[in-house]
């Protein structure tokens, strides 16, 4: 049985919603893909496209994603050292899904009350 250790969810035998939302779920993992679509950016980068997020959240988020398979990291053996984050082709399979997402949840802030 494959239990995700950040959200309970069986992933293998439970509702595959659950099992997508076990992946991509949490504050920031839905939106770091969305950025990753362009191509690849550095820490930094991706870090100033989030002002809210923490560095510390960032970074685990990140770190999900890759043990996910969602997002490669590369690290660059030079000085300063560089690391960059580029979507796997896997990760890259939730564009068509996340821009659905982008274009329902416009809708709805049009809805809302000015």
């Known amino acids: 049985m494959a239990i995700s250790k950040k959200s309970g969810v069986d992933v293998k035998s ?3 919603v659950e099992s997508a ?3 991509i779920g949490g504050r920031w993992k839905a939106v770091v893909v ?3 679509f362009p191509g690849k950016l550095r820490f930094g ?3 100033r496209l989030l002002p ?3 560095q ?3 970074t685990l988020q990140l770190r999900e994603l890759e043990k996910d398979g969602l997002v490669k990291r ?3 053996t030079e000085v300063p050292p560089r690391v ?3 979507l796997t082709s896997f990760g890259r399979s939730l564009e068509p899904i996340l821009k659905s997402l982008l274009e329902w949840g416009e809708r709805y802030r049009r809805r809302l009350p000015q």
């Open 52 to 54: 809210n997020c923490t």
């Open 14 to 16: 439970g509702c595959a």
């Open 45 to 47: 980068e991706i870090r």
């Open 56 to 58: 510390r959240m960032l």
């Open 74 to 76: 590369t690290v660059y």
């Open 34 to 36: 969305y950025r990753l």
């Open 21 to 23: 939302l076990a992946v």
């Open 84 to 86: 960059d984050y580029e």
